[in-house]
């Protein structure tokens, strides 16, 4: 029953394709709107949840080879940061940027763009999965972020790590979570660089989060704060993401 509950979303995402009607899947917005698809995605969640993790903590996503890369490759969510620091961030090329790591750690962080970069890096190229029915394979490189949060030293009562950024949706701040199994994944890392040149705005600069393991919505664009929590409770809508928060998509997006 699991496996196909997994093959009827992947199905689902990749034909753009819900409910008897056959909807086109045509934007985040037209989806938002759509009671079929929202039930679609978020029944059987906690099935799906444990039927991914069945597979092992350290699964890996499939990885592909240079020649597999699309030719193009989709900006997904927002286009642009907000503010008048994060513009004035990216007018200095991210010169003068650091990346705050805080909450239920005991060695709070402000690392610098540079110091991310002198980190180990993983480089993988993967395929990224969009709610909104398309796909694309890119190359990704950055340090992962379990050796962020080593380095920032979680304390035992921390569960989720929760993301905020520097873009508005809708006029609301966008952030997302994940667990600590997502967390601590080989391919989960922190990318400041896409198809070898730093990232452009338009994906997320100058770091985005890849959790290959899940799809699209989950993969936070112009992260620039990251905070460890016990709960997500009392955190926006407490549902631990901008599009949980709306009852559009569910929390745990695995594929």
């Not at 199905?11 to 008897?20: D, E, K, N, S, W």
């Not at 035992?156 to 520097?166: G, L, N, R, S, T």
Request: glycine share 10%.
């Amino acid at each position: 029953m699991s496996r196909q509950l997994i093959l009827s979303r992947r199905t689902l995402i990749r034909t753009g394709v819900v409910g008897t009607g056959g909807l086109l899947l045509s934007g985040c917005d037209k989806l938002f709107e759509n009671p079929a698809f929202r039930s679609a995605l978020e029944s059987g969640e906690d099935l799906h949840k444990a039927s991914q993790r069945a597979l092992g903590r350290n699964a890996l996503a499939r990885e592909f080879s240079a020649g597999d890369m699309s030719p193009v490759f989709r900006a997904n969510g927002s286009r642009e940061g907000a503010g008048e620091e994060y513009r004035r961030h990216l007018a200095q090329g991210f010169a003068n940027w650091s990346l705050k790591v805080d909450g239920l750690v005991e060695r709070p962080l402000a690392i610098p763009l540079t110091a991310l970069r002198q980190l180990p890096q993983r480089k993988q190229i993967t395929r990224h999965d969009c709610v909104e029915g398309w796909s694309a394979i890119g190359q990704w490189q950055g340090p992962r972020l379990a050796q962020v949060l080593d380095l920032a030293r979680l304390k035992p009562e921390a569960q989720y790590i929760v993301f905020h950024c520097a873009d508005l949706y809708r006029g609301r701040p966008y952030y997302e979570s994940i667990d600590l199994v997502d967390a601590f994944h080989p391919q989960t890392i922190l990318a400041w660089q896409m198809n070898g040149r730093p990232l452009e705005q338009q994906h997320g600069a100058p770091l985005r989060l890849r959790v290959e393991k899940q799809l699209g919505y989950k993969h936070a664009k112009f992260v620039t704060r990251i905070e460890a929590r016990a709960s997500l409770d009392g955190l926006y809508g407490g549902r631990g993401g901008y599009w949980e928060d709306q009852g559009a998509y569910a929390w745990y997006a695995g594929i």
